[in-house]
């Protein structure tokens, strides 16, 4: 199995709903990474898992909270978000955290915020 | 630091014509370079990677790059381009602060004309 898995591919929400995103890989990967991606941009890092520990945080609102249950496992819990939250969202894993490490994303989950 | 530049945010090319698409980058160490594709309402996919062993690498459906430290650039290219090819394509660098965080480029659009 070399694929990640993302689920809802889409979701609209209103601003006072509280929502999750859930991402499943089987790869084996230690490290996971959630990513948004606005239209016609570059996709940006949020947060990065390592060993099922937190290690990276990019200075993400706390709007969004991230959860990785356990090692092929991560979800994106979203709460009183705004519509410019409204993106493509992006989970991926690689084997380590690592600068040398290929990513292998999933296909995201379109979100839309009302 | 780290970063990517990439030339052209759009690229079009006629079925059968040179693709080439380029990407300058700036790191304050030897870098890992990337080329990803993302195709229309898909997550990113790894084309090619970088990591010293040669400075010629080739990559999936029929693409390469060649990184040239003189000119700190690591363009991709297919000698041939298909219908399949159009997509957006990110160019990405990691290697700098110690730690897997890809800089990704602002991404170029691909059209192939038939």
């Known amino acids: 199995d070399t694929e990640v898995t993302q689920t809802p591919k889409h979701l609209v929400m209103g601003m006072t709903n509280k929502k999750s995103l859930k991402c499943e890989q089987h790869?084996?990967?230690?490290?996971m990474y959630w990513y948004k991606q606005k239209a016609k941009k570059p996709p940006e890092l949020m947060f990065v898992?390592?060993?099922?520990?937190?290690?990276i945080n990019e200075s993400v609102p706390s709007r969004f909270s991230p959860e990785c249950p356990n090692s092929s496992l991560l979800n994106l819990h979203l709460h009183a978000l705004q519509p410019e939250d409204s993106a493509l969202y992006l989970c991926a894993s690689s084997q380590e955290n690592l600068p040398s490490s290929v990513l292998t994303f999933g296909a995201g989950s379109r979100l839309t915020v009302l | 630091a780290q970063s990517v530049t990439q030339l052209g945010s759009h690229v079009s090319v006629s079925e059968g014509a040179l693709v080439l698409l380029r990407c300058n980058y700036s790191s304050s160490v030897p870098p890992y370079l990337f080329w990803y594709v993302q195709y229309p309402n898909q997550g990113l996919q790894l084309l090619l990677k970088y990591t010293s062993a040669a400075t010629l690498v080739k990559g999936i459906n029929g693409f390469e790059a060649e990184f040239k430290k003189s000119e700190t650039s690591f363009h991709l290219t297919k000698p041939s381009a298909h219908m399949s090819d159009a997509a957006e394509y990110f160019c990405?660098?990691?290697?700098?602060?110690?730690?897997?965080?890809?800089?990704f480029g602002t991404g170029t659009k691909l059209q192939v004309i038939p």
């Open positions: 990405a660098v990691s290697g700098a602060r110690g730690y897997q965080k890809v800089t």
């Open positions: 898992y390592s060993y099922e520990k937190l290690s």
């Open positions: 790869m084996g990967h230690r490290a």
